[in-house]
């Protein structure tokens, strides 16, 4: 149920960038599926050009409306929000995603009962109803880069061992702790969002997450995911090509190594990521000349001349 921020309980933020019918259709969901909760949604439009502020306004005008004229990136345009946020608590929903009955009083009432968390996140799955296992994951590692790096994490995609950062065969079914939930559907109390100084504005997009709940483990919390808590989640809706995500989780993942590694071990990181994408474009020459296909080729072609830009980090 909407709520003025000072009667509100939690304050759902979307930021929204070229995505107007899937904002609309998340914004519909959200209103009639979060269940008994009291909440205010605020959207945050990072400039779109598709629209999608003014639909929004039209079609949802009780929902709070920012159309900036600039896009400020995920981590920006949430910090932005949380700063004049009044609720007890905050919780981060995706533009790409669909909510399902009671997932966001599920999620509040679950993070209440596990303060020891921090950070709480729910269960996602794709429009077909199949999981998406991307609701969480586990913090990179030497090993977990490595199995990327040679293919391993995709040869046993069920395997915890060789599959670790995805938690391998786990169906998202139980409660468990995890090392980052991801920021689709992303709940923590206000105060802890301010304790941590929110998200670090430099992971324009991606990473953002992960680098919160990482600072908030060294404070002691252990984030925490539910299966009772369900949403849709389309994953990257906004980014059309593969090339241009797969370049920003690359530098997303960079800035982690060198923010969250033993800086003795960033070297071995930077080299394993390298490995990682001249494999993966190796693979996609090979497959290309048997397949005829050469679309996948030409996009980790991208990837790997841009090798330079992301290795940096951001």
């Excluded at 959200?30 to 639909?55: C, F, Y």
């Excluded at 679950?110 to 996140?121: D, L, M, S, T």
């Excluded at 394993?272 to 993966?280: D, Q, T, V, Y």
Aim: proline letters at 5%.
């Amino acid at each position: 149920m909407l709520a003025p921020p000072q009667s509100a309980e939690v304050t759902i933020i979307i930021v929204s960038w070229n995505t107007r019918e899937l904002t609309l259709k998340a914004i519909e969901t959200l209103l009639e599926n979060a269940g008994d909760v009291q909440m205010h949604v605020v959207v945050w439009d990072n400039a779109s050009a598709d629209g999608s502020a003014e639909a929004i306004a039209e079609k949802f005008p009780q929902v709070e409306l920012i159309a900036h004229d600039e896009n400020l990136g995920f981590a920006e345009a949430n910090n932005r929000v949380a700063a004049k946020a009044k609720t007890d608590w905050l919780l981060l929903l995706n533009p790409d995603t669909e909510t399902h009955p009671d997932a966001v009083v599920n999620l509040l009432n679950f993070g209440k009962e596990n303060p020891q968390a921090g950070i709480v996140g729910g269960r996602t799955v794709y429009p077909d109803g199949s999981l998406n296992p991307a609701s969480c994951w586990k913090k990179s590692s030497p090993w977990s880069l490595f199995c990327s790096a040679f293919g391993l994490s995709r040869a046993f995609p069920n395997s915890r061992f060789f599959n670790p950062e995805a938690i391998g065969g786990w169906k998202r079914d139980s409660v468990r702790e995890v090392d980052i939930v991801v920021g689709c559907f992303f709940l923590l109390k206000r105060s802890l969002w301010n304790e941590l100084g929110g998200f670090d504005s430099k992971y324009f997009m991606y990473g953002e997450e992960a680098d919160m709940c990482l600072r908030a483990a060294r404070l002691g919390y252990s984030p925490m995911i539910t299966p009772d808590a369900q949403i849709m989640h389309l994953v990257g809706a906004s980014t059309t090509l593969r090339s241009q995500k797969q370049i920003k989780l690359m530098r997303a993942k960079v800035s982690l190594i060198d923010d969250h590694w033993p800086s003795a071990l960033a070297p071995i990181g930077r080299m394993l990521m390298w490995f990682w994408i001249a494999n993966r474009r190796l693979g996609s020459i090979v497959q290309s000349r048997l397949s005829g296909n050469s679309e996948t080729a030409t996009e980790w072609a991208k990837i790997w001349d841009a090798r330079k830009e992301w290795l940096k980090g951001y």
